[in-house]
C-alpha cells in the first residue's frame, strides 16, 4: 500500500485538512471546516481591533475536517497515513497555565476573550509594540535587529504583554504562553506542558525575538522593563526551537481514536502557514513567494553566503531555517489585501442588506436570492469595468493601509488613504485605486529586499485570489515589471504541511526531495505590460508621497 500524510492549514476562517499520496503527491480527499464560534462572530469586536479566537474551536475542526478527508478517501488509507504537520497563522498566542492548557479551556476563562488565543490581525496591543521598538532602540543588544528592526502589534510579545496587563485574573493564573502552531503538535502527542512543548524556529524568530546569537529570548531584564507583568514567562518558556522536518511525537491512544488514525501516525514540528505555503510551491533561492488572501505573506529564501553581513530592515524578519532548514528564511506582507476588496465590497452592499432585505415588494425567497447573487457579483463586474479603465496618472490615488501597515516598517497606526476623487469617480475607478494600491504596497516591499542585496528572477502568487482575479494579479506583473506564476494548487500551504509531514514520516530525507516529488507545478503565468509599467512608476511616486503626507501630518501625532 501506499503511504500517506496528511497537511493540515489554520487559517484566519478555517481548517483544512488534505490528505497527499507521499510517493507521488496526489492528492487523495481533502475538508474545510469553518471555526464554529469565530463564525457566529463571538469573542472580537472590529472597532477595537480586538480579533479573538477559542481553542475548542481548534479542536472540533480538527476532528472534523481529519474524519471527513478520510470518509472520501479509498478503503485503506486511514491505517496507512504514516504523518501529518499543521500550519497555522501567526503570531496567534495564548496563555496557558502549568499542564499547558490554554487558560480558555479552565470553566472559569470560558467566555474570556484575553483567555483565548489573540489571532495575528488582533491590533489592540500597538501601544506595547511602540514601547518594545522604543527599549530596543536603547538597549544595548536590538533584539528586534532580525525581525526588520521593528516590533509589531500583530506579534507575541506586545499581545501578551497587553492582555496580562489588562486582566487581573488571566494574570494571576497564567504560567506561561503557547503559539498556536506549537500547541496543535503539542495538544495530539501529549506533550503539552511548557517544558516539553517543541517550538517552532519559525514563529520563535519571526515573531518573538529569539536567536541563537543572545542565547534564546531576550534577556528578563529587557523582558520586564517592557512590563513588570512579563516578569518571570522568560524562564517559564524555552532556549531551544525546532525546524519543521523535525519529530514532535506519535497520536496518542486518545487522538488516534478521535481522528480515526492510528499511534503510528508520526508529528512533526509546526510553522505558520506562509512558511510552508512557500514550501508548497517548491520555494529555492531567488524566488518570492507572495501568499495572497486577506493580507499577503511574502516569502523568500537566501543561502547563508547570500546573507552574510546582510540586516534587511523594515521587514518581519530573517531567521535560520524557518523555511527550509539551511537556509535563512525571509518574511514581509501586507496587512491588508483582499480584506480591502471586501471591505468596498461591503460599502457598496449597505442598501442590499439594510434597504432590500426590508422590501415588501418582493416575497422573502426571492429576496433572498437577489441579495446573494448580487453580493456574489459585485467583485466581479467591478473587476470587468475595471479592466477596461486605462492607466492615468492623475487617476483616483489610494493607500492600502486599511488595516495598518505590516512591511515595509511595521505600523498598525496609519490608515487608509483614498485622494483625488471627483462627480465623476465611479465605483470601478475607486476600485481599480484600490487594487493599485495594493500593488504598490507589494512593490514597496520588492523595492526594499532589491535594495538590500538580495535578487529575485521568480515571482509565485498563491492563495485563491492569484487563481480568481486576472485584474489583480496582471495590474501586479504591471507594477512590479516582473512576470507572476501562479500556484496550481489553492492548498498551498496545507501541501508545504504534508511535504514536511513525509520528512518527518522518512519517506524523504529532506524536504526539497518532497517538493521535487509532491509539488503540483503552475497553472498560469502573468506577464507585465510594459507601457503600463511606465505609466504606473509615476503614478507609484505619488502613491510615496501621499504615504509620506499622510503618516507625517495625520498619524505622527497619535504616537504623541
Request: hydrophobic share 40%.
Amino acid at each position: 500500500m501506499s503511504k500517506y500524510v496528511i497537511g493540515l492549514d489554520y487559517g484566519s476562517d478555517s481548517c483544512r485538512a488534505l490528505i497527499v499520496d507521499a510517493g507521488t503527491g496526489e492528492e487523495i480527499a481533502s475538508s474545510v471546516k469553518y471555526y464554529k464560534r469565530w463564525m457566529e462572530g463571538k469573542y472580537c469586536n472590529p472597532q477595537a481591533n480586538q480579533y479573538r479566537q477559542h481553542p475548542r474551536d481548534y479542536m472540533e475542526v480538527l476532528i472534523d475536517s481529519i474524519r471527513e478527508a478520510l470518509s472520501l478517501s479509498p478503503a485503506g488509507v486511514a491505517e496507512n497515513v504514516v504523518g501529518m504537520s499543521f500550519d497555522t497563522t501567526g503570531s496567534t498566542p495564548a496563555l496557558i497555565d502549568e499542564q499547558g492548557t490554554p487558560l480558555a479551556l479552565l470553566p472559569e476563562f470560558a467566555d474570556n476573550p484575553n483567555a483565548m488565543f489573540v489571532l495575528w490581525k488582533d491590533h489592540t496591543a500597538v501601544k506595547e509594540a511602540a514601547r518594545i521598538n522604543e527599549l530596543a532602540a536603547s538597549w544595548h543588544t536590538d533584539y528586534t535587529m532580525y525581525e526588520g528592526g521593528v516590533y509589531s502589534s500583530e506579534w507575541v510579545w506586545a499581545k501578551m504583554a497587553h492582555v496580562l496587563e489588562k486582566d487581573a485574573a488571566v494574570r494571576a493564573k497564567a504560567y506561561s504562553w503557547v503559539e498556536h502552531c506549537d500547541w496543535m503538535p503539542a495538544l495530539i502527542t501529549g506533550k503539552t506542558k511548557p517544558e516539553q512543548i517543541m517550538r517552532s524556529r519559525c514563529a520563535a524568530g519571526h515573531k518573538a525575538m529569539w536567536s541563537e546569537e543572545w542565547g534564546g529570548l531576550p534577556e528578563e531584564e529587557f523582558l520586564v522593563k517592557i512590563s513588570p507583568v512579563l516578569k518571570g514567562f522568560r524562564n517559564r518558556l524555552y532556549r531551544h526551537t525546532y525546524t519543521s522536518d523535525q519529530l514532535v511525537g506519535n497520536l496518542t491512544p486518545e487522538w488516534a481514536e478521535k481522528l480515526g488514525l492510528t499511534t503510528k501516525v508520526v508529528v512533526g514540528v509546526s510553522a505558520f502557514d506562509c512558511h510552508m505555503g512557500a514550501v508548497g510551491v517548491e520555494i529555492e533561492p531567488h524566488t518570492f513567494v507572495r501568499v495572497i488572501g486577506t493580507s499577503t505573506c511574502d516569502i523568500m529564501v537566501a543561502p547563508y553566503e547570500e546573507m552574510e553581513g546582510k540586516l534587511i530592515p523594515g521587514i518581519c524578519g530573517q531567521v535560520d531555517g524557518s523555511v527550509i532548514p539551511g537556509m535563512i528564511g525571509l518574511e514581509a506582507g501586507q496587512s491588508a489585501f483582499g480584506d480591502i476588496y471586501a471591505w468596498f465590497k461591503n460599502l457598496l452592499a449597505w442598501p442590499l442588506e439594510n434597504i432590500v432585505s426590508q422590501s415588501s415588494l418582493i416575497d422573502a425567497g426571492t429576496k433572498a436570492k437577489l441579495i446573494a447573487e448580487t453580493d456574489d457579483k459585485i467583485i466581479e463586474e467591478l473587476s470587468k469595468e475595471a479592466m477596461k479603465i486605462p492607466v492615468q496618472e492623475s487617476s483616483v490615488l489610494a493607500i492600502d493601509w486599511m488595516n495598518g501597515r505590516r512591511t515595509p516598517d511595521a505600523s498598525q497606526l496609519v490608515k487608509g488613504t483614498i485622494t483625488g476623487l471627483n462627480l465623476g469617480s465611479s465605483a470601478p475607478i475607486i476600485f481599480k485605486a484600490l487594487v493599485e494600491a495594493t500593488a504598490f504596497g507589494s512593490k514597496a516591499i520588492v523595492d526594499r529586499i532589491v535594495e538590500n542585496g538580495i535578487r529575485i528572477d521568480t515571482v509565485i502568487g498563491i492563495g485563491g485570489i492569484s487563481q480568481k482575479s486576472p485584474l489583480v494579479m496582471q495590474t501586479l506583473a504591471d507594477v512590479l515589471n516582473m512576470p507572476i506564476k501562479v500556484a496550481k494548487t489553492v492548498q498551498s500551504c496545507a501541501f508545504g504541511a504534508a511535504m514536511f509531514a513525509a520528512v518527518v514520516a522518512g519517506v524523504y530525507t529532506k524536504v526539497e526531495e518532497a517538493q521535487k516529488v509532491m509539488g503540483q507545478g503552475f497553472c498560469d503565468e502573468y506577464h507585465p505590460n510594459k507601457k503600463n509599467h511606465e505609466l504606473y512608476l509615476k503614478v507609484y511616486k505619488n502613491y510615496q508621497k501621499l504615504g509620506q503626507f499622510t503618516e507625517k501630518e495625520f498619524f505622527s501625532t497619535i504616537r504623541h
